[in-house]
């Protein structure tokens, strides 16, 4: 009986976990490489989610993706109380932790060593993809897996936008809300416990990619012939 | 000098000053010599294309890769097309790659990239270490993976930013070496930048001293440091004992010179007479005397007493500051190992001359 909600969880999760990667990445070099006027204000505005109660940023989507909205009576799209509104709400509150870790990470890795790869021969995107990704991967990934792992516990907006219809918008900690006012604690139990140790493992898995794998030379590298 | 390949005409307005910079070079090694903040940097990173010049030209072998003026179509060759080979100052090593996928990197795609990659890092004498990245490398073997690094595409020009200032001297004159050699091994035109006039000494053929964006003077280095062109040159060059003076007397066999009442003696140089110029003396060329010695031919000129100012010791120099009788101070220095019964104190009068072959007219601009 919890395997639905599990399911759609999974479904939701994996969806605003691939654009938290494409629109976070695509944020975060920007970010880190460029200057412009009103980066401050942007950069703001990505991590409000953080800060914000979910029922605002839910009001917010609400807005959006409501009837009467622009972007709705533009493209068609009637997607409230459906998973997909999930999804973006997810997607929404996950992309802060991406695109802060990400920037940190692509913003640490000296310029020199892109420029070096342009003496090298390499177009933008292969200087991205063979230098500046690589080198920041560990910061790339640790914001990918906290991304999702909050968008996997995503409960106030996507109450808001997506509804708590069991078999079609119920997510897991919605229905873990669901379960404990219907006093079916047995599913409560399984179900947080099965959240916790996915929280649990994401968190451990960040800390553990955070940690160099080599460690760095602590004093003078080891000198055999100049 | 060989024939001209590059030829580097170019504008660019940076905070504080103006870079206008004119090159041209064959294959050769000539050291941008200049203090930090002249543009020396600013230069290297506009020819390989990492900065845009705001306007002028560049061409190799008598192909444009830079065009900009106020009109006319522009000509900009990205860097990654430009094939430039460029060492940059703190190497810039791919920490993520072995030396060897270091040096293979330009190679990329290309069939042969692992065989050309162990050639050159067998070239560079690193062969045992293609497999090391770049933190388990001293510095001068990461200096030599860089070096093979921007060789790997064959380029015709090499850039090297103060490639090799923070190595240990041993390390640092081997290199040196290498460079001179790999230069005529492959007849590349080499621009290598640094702020050390050792450096420059060491691996130029030419030198090209910059100052605030400009190429004040280029020649071959002894002719640029034994005549700079004037009293910037001079000073970039770390000369001192710079003055004015008044020329009294040109003749086939010498100068005589006025230095606000002070007569020089100097060897044949081309000035007119009456004319005012900018001279120098090197405070190894100013001489003590001694009273106890014979008075050598090399000390029969220029005789003065003045008084010690100051007394200043370096590792194997004695520097003295002396107040001169015209209200000037001359800078007097000579080998810490050198006997003297004088007590050259702050206070004491000493006995000078200026070496008439160490006085040198600087070559109106």
């Known amino acids: 009986m ?44 990505i991590s409000l989610p953080l800060v914000l109660p979910p029922s605002v940023v839910g009001y917010y989507l609400l807005l959006a993706l409501g009837r009467g909205s622009p972007l709705v009576e533009w493209t068609g799209w009637r997607i409230l109380f459906t998973w997909p509104a999930a999804a973006i709400a997810a997607t929404i509150v996950g992309l802060p932790l991406m695109v802060q870790a990400s920037q940190a990470a692509i913003a640490n890795v000296d310029p020199a060593l892109e420029n070096a790869a342009r003496t090298l021969g390499s177009s933008e995107p292969a200087v991205f993809w063979r230098v500046t990704l690589p080198l920041a991967r560990r910061g790339i990934l640790a914001g990918l897996v906290l991304g999702a792992a909050r968008a996997l516990g995503e409960f106030g907006a996507t109450l808001m936008v997506a509804g708590n219809i069991p078999g079609r918008t119920q997510t897991l900690p919605l229905a873990i809300y669901d379960a404990v006012q219907n006093r079916q604690y047995d599913a409560a139990n399984q179900m947080v416990l099965l959240m916790t140790a996915l929280a649990f493992f994401a968190l451990w898995f960040v800390r553990r990619i955070e940690q160099p794998k080599r460690p760095r030379p602590s004093s003078q590298p080891e000198n055999t012939t100049a | 000098m060989s024939d001209t390949r590059l030829t580097v005409d170019i504008e660019k307005r940076l ?53 900009k003026h106020r009109s006319g179509a522009v000509v900009n060759v990205p860097a990654r097309k430009r094939r430039i080979g460029y060492v940059f100052q703190q190497y810039a090593l791919f920490p993520h790659l072995t030396a060897l996928e270091n040096i293979a990197y330009a190679l990329w795609r290309r069939r042969d990239a692992h065989r050309r990659a162990e050639t050159l890092l067998e070239r560079m004498g690193l062969a045992h270490l293609a497999d090391r990245y770049p933190h388990e490398l001293s510095g001068g073997q990461q200096q030599r993976v860089a070096i093979a690094r921007a060789l790997a595409t064959d380029p015709q020009v ?55 964006g400009r190429v004040e003077q280029i020649g071959p280095i002894d002719q640029v440091f034994r005549h700079p ?102 800078e007097v220095s000579f080998p810490v190992h050198a006997y003297t019964p004088l007590r050259l104190t702050p206070g004491e009068d000493v006995r000078l001359s200026l070496r008439r072959e160490g006085l040198v007219i600087l070559h109106p601009s």
């Open chain 1, 2 to 45: 919890i395997w639905q909600p599990v399911i759609l969880s999974l479904q939701v999760t994996a969806v605003a976990t691939f654009f938290i990667l494409v629109i976070g990445l695509a944020l975060a070099l920007v970010l880190a490489r460029s200057r412009f006027a009103g980066k401050t204000i942007l950069e703001t505005a």
């Open chain 2, 15 to 67: 905070a504080g000053f103006r870079l206008a910079v004119r090159l041209e070079m064959g294959a050769e090694i000539v050291v941008l010599f200049g203090p930090s903040g002249a543009g020396k940097t600013t230069t290297l990173n506009a020819i390989a294309g990492l900065v845009t010049p705001d306007a002028g030209e560049m061409a190799l072998d008598g192909r444009l890769f830079f065009r």
């Open chain 2, 158 to 212: 090499l850039l090297l930013d103060e490639p090799f200032s923070a190595l240990d001297p041993a390390v640092r004159e081997r290199l040196q070496k290498d460079l001179r050699n790999l230069q005529a091994e492959m007849n590349l035109v080499v621009l290598y930048v640094t702020h050390r006039l050792e450096d420059a000494f060491a691996v130029g053929h030419r030198l090209a001293v910059l100052r605030e």
């Open chain 2, 229 to 330: 062109i004037n009293h910037h040159v001079a000073a970039v060059m770390g000369l001192r004992n710079l003055f004015r003076a008044r020329v009294m007397d040109s003749t086939p066999e010498g100068l005589r010179l006025d230095w606000d009442g002070l007569r020089l003696e100097a060897m044949p140089q081309p000035v007119a007479a009456a004319s005012i110029v900018t001279a120098y003396i090197r405070p190894e060329d100013v001489k003590i005397i001694y009273p106890d010695r014979p008075l050598m031919s090399a000390v029969r000129h220029n005789q003065v007493i003045g008084k010690i100012v100051e007394r200043r010791s370096q590792a194997d120099l004695q520097t003295l500051c002396v107040s001169m009788p015209n209200g000037h101070e001359l």
